[in-house]
């Protein structure tokens, strides 16, 4: 197999698979990275500890 180039940290999901995730109302790939993945608050910087829980993630790890 041949080498896979490094995955994008915010992947751009294919027009074909774009109506799937269409149900959010808008650009989900705005606030997506801004979302908490363990309690869901919307945090500005998404670099920085949540405000809510404190969970800390790294921009671009999935
Ligand atoms: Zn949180």
């Known amino acids: 197999m041949p080498n ?3 995955p994008d940290p ?5 027009t074909s698979g774009a109506a799937a995730h269409d149900a959010e109302g808008g650009d989900a790939a705005c606030w ?3 979302v908490c993945p363990d309690c869901g608050a919307l945090n500005e910087n998404p670099a ?3 405000w ?3 969970v800390t993630r790294s921009p671009g790890d999935a």
């Open 52 to 54: 809510r829980c404190g």
């Open 10 to 14: 915010n992947p751009t999901p294919p």
């Open 48 to 50: 920085a500890p949540c």
């Open 32 to 34: 997506l990275p801004q």
């Open 4 to 6: 896979r180039p490094t």
